[in-house]
Structure formats: structure tokens, C-alpha cells
């Protein structure tokens, strides 16, 4: 009996070795039931929309819009939002047939710019729709169910707002009023050739290099004072800026942060949790409620403990986007009055 036990213990891994597959066991047990919980969240929720996808839809009916905007977090690039929309937003939507349109942008006013553009056209009776595209789209019926902006994260909803604000201003209206004369005029057509003289490759890269910083400091992030400097003379008429769905956008960087976002790497399936409701309520077209008059949780204000010190405790925070005052004065809720967003959770009652 006793050969046997001697045998059987030199088989057994040493104790160095059993702490080893003990942590890696833990380990990749962790993120086994993380991800299986993920996914049965996902395909909770698209069982609750399917039913949507099996609907029929008239032969002259346009679908619902639907458009997701997807910006890169401060400190790190456009795969973090795509990420996120991917693995637990999209499933969704395919599941119940949506139609979605994705805009993808990042840095710091890319996605003002967008949003001013498309509001100011939208509220100038501009279309980009050839006219051929139009007659074909005046037989058609448009979805009774209304449009939807998808956000991600509070620093797009900064720019979403800020965006429509500047499309607001007559500062903007003076600049798309020139850019649109620009692009009317029919180009210039010099036959004559020229001999181009020889630069120097220093010369050159100077010059770039001076343009480049010169597009850099006509930036919107770097230009434009959000909070006190646009003229805007109304308020957003109801009707004129679609419904938002905000989803929260979590991402943490830095070393000195890593217990924390190892933490959160293991919890990833209540983030699926919250998202997936969300995107219940956008395509169903459950409660929506109007704009919180003031900042809080719904409006997603804790993410900017997250965000890095260099854009948190840069010079002239104030007249960057990003860390622009945010809905304190009066004025800026005013404006914002008649906006309308899905509801999130039970956290609207705190930001009234």
C-alpha cells in the first residue's frame, strides 16, 4: 500500500507547480463564466427583439434611422467605441432587423464638426440628396417610429451637444455660408504650365510642417469657447433634433490602474447588462423623457474620473470640448430643453 502512495506522489505536481495551475485556473475560470454571462445576456436580449425582425414591412415603407456615432475616448483610438458596439449593441440591432447607419470619427471636435454640419443643413432645408434620389424617395412612406442618434460615452455627448449648439451660432452659419460658395464656384482652368522651381526638401518640410500647425490651431477644440462665446439666438425647436440614446463607455488607462481595470475586465458582463437594456428600449421605442436640466449620472459625468490628466489638467481646460463647463448656466439648459433621451435607469429622478 505504501509503494502504491509513493508511487501515485511522484506523479503529483510539486507545490510551486500546484500554486501555478491553482492562479491559472482561477484565472481562466473567471474569464470562462465572465464571457459565458455575456453571451447569454446578448442572446437574452436579442430573443426579446427578434419577434421585431419576423414583422412584415410594406413595399413602398422606409425603415426606421437610425445612426450610431462612434468616437474614440480620450487617450486611445476609434477600436475602443467599434469595440464595445460590436460585441454587445450590433448583435442586437441585427436581431431585430434595424437599419443603422455607423459615423466613426476620433480626436478632439472631429464629431462637433460632423453634427454642426448635418444640423445646419437639416435646419436649412439643405439636402445632399441628388434630385433623381429625391422623385424615387417621394413614392416611398417614411417610418412613423421616430429617428434615433446612438452615443457613446460622455465625452460624444459633449460634442453632440456642443455640436448642435455651434450649429446654432452665427459664427457657423458665416462659415457654412462660405464654404458652400466655395464649393458653387466652378473651378479655375489655367492652360498656361509653369516650371515648377526646385525647393529645398528643408523648405519643405517647414512649410508643412507650418500648415500643419496652422490646421491644428483652426481646430474647433482649440478655437472655440463652448461655453461663453457662441451667439446663438434660440432654442432647439421640438422636432428639428432626433431622439439620443446614450451608452456608457468605460475605459480606463494608466499602470498605476491596473487592480482596477483588471477588476473591471472580470465584470465586463454587467456592462453587457446595462448596454443590452439600453438597446431594448432604442428598438422597441420604450420610455423616453426629456433633457436633465442638470449633470449627473445619467448624463454619464462619472467617466471623467477616468479620463487622463492631460486633458483633465491641461491649460485652458474651459475652451476645450471636452472639458467644457457642462450644463451650469441657465442658458445652456434652456437650450437644451426640448431634446428628448431614452430612459437609462433610475438615475434621471437625481439629475431633475
Not at 5 to 33: A, D, E, H, Q
Not at 105 to 129: C, M, T
Not at 155 to 162: G, R
Not at 195 to 213: A, L
Amino acid at each position: 500500500m505504501s509503494s502504491m502512495l509513493n508511487t501515485m506522489k511522484s506523479y503529483l505536481p510539486g507545490r510551486n507547480m500546484s500554486i501555478f495551475l491553482g492562479v491559472v485556473g482561477c484565472i481562466s475560470g473567471g474569464i470562462y463564466y465572465d464571457t459565458h454571462q455575456r453571451n447569454l445576456t446578448v442572446q437574452k436580449y436579442c430573443s426579446q427583439v427578434a419577434h421585431l425582425s419576423k414583422a412584415p414591412l410594406e413595399p413602398q415603407a422606409l425603415p426606421r434611422k437610425v445612426r450610431v456615432y462612434l468616437h474614440g475616448p480620450p487617450g486611445d483610438g476609434i477600436w475602443v467605441a467599434r469595440e464595445e458596439f460590436e460585441k454587445y449593441v450590433r448583435p442586437i440591432l441585427n436581431a431585430a432587423a434595424v437599419d443603422f447607419e455607423v459615423f466613426e470619427s476620433k480626436g478632439e471636435g472631429n464629431l462637433l464638426e460632423q453634427i454642426a454640419r448635418s444640423i445646419w443643413k437639416k435646419r436649412n432645408g439643405i439636402s445632399d440628396v441628388p434630385e433623381a434620389e429625391k422623385f424615387l424617395k417621394s413614392f416611398l412612406k417614411e417610418s412613423e417610429e421616430p429617428s434615433v442618434n446612438l452615443l457613446f460615452g460622455r465625452h460624444a455627448l459633449k460634442e453632440f451637444l456642443y455640436g448642435i449648439k455651434y450649429a446654432f451660432s452665427d459664427e457657423y452659419h458665416e462659415k457654412a455660408v462660405n464654404e458652400m460658395k466655395k464649393e458653387q464656384e466652378p473651378p479655375k482652368e489655367n492652360p498656361e504650365t509653369t516650371e515648377i522651381p526646385q525647393s529645398n526638401p528643408q523648405e519643405t518640410n517647414g512649410s508643412e510642417s507650418s500648415e500643419t500647425s496652422e490646421q491644428k490651431s483652426a481646430s474647433p477644440a482649440e478655437d472655440i469657447s463652448l461655453s461663453r462665446n457662441l451667439t446663438v439666438n434660440e432654442d432647439v425647436p421640438p422636432g428639428l433634433i432626433d431622439l439620443v440614446a446614450l451608452f456608457p463607455l468605460p475605459h480606463l488607462l494608466g499602470f498605476t490602474n491596473t487592480p482596477k481595470r483588471i477588476y473591471r475586465f472580470f465584470k465586463r458582463r454587467y456592462l453587457a447588462e446595462e448596454l443590452g437594456e439600453i438597446t431594448k428600449n432604442v428598438v422597441l421605442n420604450l420610455e423616453t423623457v426629456p433633457f436633465p436640466k442638470t449633470d449627473g449620472p445619467m448624463l454619464l459625468q462619472d467617466e471623467e474620473a477616468d479620463w487622463p490628466k492631460q486633458y483633465t489638467a491641461r491649460e485652458h481646460a474651459d475652451g476645450h470640448i471636452w472639458t467644457a463647463p457642462f450644463m451650469e448656466n441657465t442658458e445652456e439648459r434652456r437650450f437644451f430643453q426640448n431634446l428628448r433621451i431614452y430612459k437609462t435607469g433610475d438615475d434621471y429622478e437625481d439629475n431633475l
